[in-house]
């Protein structure tokens, strides 16, 4: 008999251990592994969460675990293939994945009632929201993609990473509308960021990062903004955060090309 606990730690060891035996595999292959394991982590983590998940709005608990096994296994996948990145990638992987299960298992339990550890939830939920999103946008970035191609795919990434992530802020059994609007028209908005990085002579690097901090702020302010906490001095601290890093990345861009 497994308990909650048990299952928790299993699905973490079994998804690290596969990251070893993708590493194993030739290169030519790793592509579809990753996508496999991405599949895999989504049916492990139903399996560890199925006595209180239900066909509802919890489903969305499965978004990240997915999206942050293929993030992660994108990311590696652009480093040298080699030991010494295999280790850190797959400690780093393993501790990730036991948090998001337990925190997850918390976004379901609070679904139905409020418990005290739902806005630590929400935090840790927050930080492995951004970044997965930081990996899938490095990934996404450094294909160089046209942008006709770039645009609807950085959407189409960004669409449920965002509606996950401003679920996790109400935390209900259903799913207004208002939400999947909410989604739409802050995807979007990340959308025409990376068409404007497009034409930008920033690094690979420094484009994730400010792809990766508009989706904080759009998602910090859709949060605030379903918790009923939109005040004046949160929108600034926030847009203070967006125009700071955007400050930043004028000087550390290579205008000589």
Do not use: C
């Not at 606990?5 to 060891?13: A, E, H, M, Q, Y």
């Not at 030519?28 to 989504?42: F, K, N």
Request: hydrophobic letters at 60%; a positive charge; charged letters at 10%.
């Amino acid at each position: 008999m497994f308990t909650k606990r048990r299952k928790f730690v299993l699905t973490s060891v079994i998804l690290s251990l596969g990251f070893v035996g993708v590493s194993m595999l030739d290169e030519q292959y790793r592509l579809h592994a990753i996508a496999l394991l991405s599949v895999i982590s989504l049916l492990l983590f139903y399996w560890s969460l199925a006595e209180g998940i239900e066909r509802n709005a919890t489903l969305l608990v499965l978004v990240l675990p997915a999206l942050y096994t293929l993030g992660v296994g994108l990311f590696w996948f652009l480093l040298p293939s080699s030991i010494y990145a295999t280790l850190p990638v797959v400690s780093i992987y393993g501790i990730g994945t036991y948090a998001l299960v337990s925190t997850s298992n918390i976004f379901i339990v609070s679904a139905f009632r409020k418990i005290a550890l739902s806005r630590a939830a929400k935090g840790v939920g927050f930080v492995l929201t951004l970044f997965t999103s930081f990996l899938l946008y490095d990934a996404i970035l450094s294909l160089r993609l046209v942008p006709f191609l770039l645009v609807p795919i950085v959407f189409i990434t960004t669409l449920p990473l965002y509606l996950q992530g401003i679920w996790a802020g109400k935390m209900s059994k259903d799913l207004p509308m208002q939400l999947l609007a909410y989604s739409a028209i802050a995807s979007w908005g990340i959308s025409i960021v990376a068409l404007f990085l497009h034409f930008w002579p920033v690094t690979l690097v420094v484009g994730s990062i400010f792809l990766t901090v508009a989706q904080y702020v759009v998602l910090g302010l859709g949060q605030a903004r379903i918790e009923g906490r939109l005040f004046k001095q949160t929108v600034r601290e926030y847009l203070i955060v967006g125009a700071a890093v955007f400050v930043a990345m004028l000087f550390v861009t290579n205008w000589r090309g």
